[in-house]
């Protein structure tokens, strides 16, 4: 029964995520996971009504076991770095901080990147010397490019046009990344970045990626009910950027 029901609430926020949130990234895991667990319930369930019959081969036991294990090893290792990642803050004083637009997460609330210029207008009032980078490429639920959206959000909020500058070149975290460290002087500048909570750990291994070796996070929050959904979408992000080198 409790495979049952885990299943039915893995299908039931899959709905949430994908009609009641517009659709985010990767929300198919979901709809996976709760395939896995009802058919682990059903199995479960017709063997306690037919303990006579053939088990399943050694062989696959152990496989499925050790597999498993193994997984929520990865699981523990991935999930523990990206909590430790998110309890990062950022010194004062620093001449640059870059907002990552993370363009390329598609179904990112809007209430997600104004986490983030909301944290970078803090800082940038407690530093007044500080200059802020809008990274972000053309993003097509805007109909602009995402720069240019944290731009006037920064402007409305007081900061000065001539603490502001654009990058609208990128396409994802790694071109954010890039860009803006060429924009601050290159891999030794000091500088800032400012990305959601669940993303802080993966933005920092791609700036030390990059030779960012003086870059500093800072997590901006997320809401409670995105936290099972971004958490699962960045175990899988992490071990795909592993298998392509983007982060070492």
């Given at each position: 029964?409790?495979?049952?029901?885990?299943?039915?609430?893995?299908?039931?926020?899959?709905?949430?995520?994908?009609?009641?949130?517009?659709?985010?990234?990767?929300?198919?895991?979901?709809?996976?996971?709760?395939?896995?667990?009802?058919a682990a319930g059903l199995w479960r369930r017709y063997r306690r009504r037919h303990p006579s019959e053939r088990k399943l081969p050694l062989w696959w036991r152990t496989f499925s076991g050790t597999s498993l294990l193994l997984f929520?090893?990865?699981?523990?290792?991935?999930?523990?770095?990206?909590?430790?990642?998110?309890?990062?803050?950022?010194?004062?004083?620093?001449?640059?901080?870059?907002?990552?637009?993370?363009?390329?997460?598609?179904?990112?609330?809007?209430?997600?990147?104004?986490?983030?210029?909301?944290?970078?207008?803090?800082?940038?009032?407690?530093?007044?010397?500080?200059?802020?980078?809008?990274?972000?490429?053309?993003?097509?639920?805007?109909?602009?490019?995402?720069?240019?959206?944290?731009?006037?959000?920064?402007?409305?909020?007081?900061?000065?046009?001539?603490?502001?500058?654009?990058?609208?070149?990128?396409?994802?975290?790694?071109?954010?990344?890039?860009?803006?460290?060429?924009?601050?002087?290159?891999?030794?500048?000091?500088?800032?970045?400012?990305?959601?909570?669940?993303?802080?750990?993966?933005?920092?291994?791609?700036?030390?990626?990059?030779?960012?070796?003086?870059?500093?996070?800072?997590?901006?929050?997320?809401?409670?009910?995105?936290?099972?959904?971004?958490?699962?979408?960045?175990?899988?992000?992490?071990?795909?950027?592993?298998?392509?080198?983007?982060?070492?």
């Amino acid at each position: 029964m409790f495979w049952m029901i885990l299943g039915g609430l893995c299908m039931l926020y899959y709905g949430v995520l994908t009609y009641g949130a517009g659709g985010q990234q990767l929300t198919v895991a979901w709809l996976v996971l709760g395939f896995f667990f009802l058919a682990a319930g059903l199995w479960r369930r017709y063997r306690r009504r037919h303990p006579s019959e053939r088990k399943l081969p050694l062989w696959w036991r152990t496989f499925s076991g050790t597999s498993l294990l193994l997984f929520l090893i990865l699981c523990t290792v991935v999930w523990g770095r990206i909590v430790v990642g998110m309890m990062s803050s950022l010194p004062p004083g620093l001449p640059y901080v870059v907002v990552l637009s993370q363009v390329e997460n598609r179904g990112e609330s809007r209430e997600e990147l104004r986490e983030r210029l909301d944290c970078a207008v803090e800082y940038l009032n407690e530093n007044p010397e500080t200059m802020v980078i809008v990274s972000g490429g053309w993003d097509p639920a805007e109909g602009s490019s995402r720069a240019h959206t944290m731009y006037q959000y920064l402007l409305h909020c007081g900061i000065g046009s001539n603490r502001i500058i654009w990058e609208t070149h990128s396409k994802n975290a790694v071109g954010n990344l890039r860009y803006s460290m060429s924009i601050a002087g290159g891999p030794e500048a000091e500088i800032g970045v400012i990305a959601s909570d669940y993303f802080t750990y993966r933005a920092m291994r791609i700036a030390r990626n990059l030779g960012m070796r003086n870059a500093r996070g800072f997590a901006a929050p997320t809401a409670a009910w995105l936290w099972p959904h971004r958490i699962l979408q960045e175990l899988l992000w992490v071990v795909h950027d592993k298998f392509l080198g983007i982060t070492p």
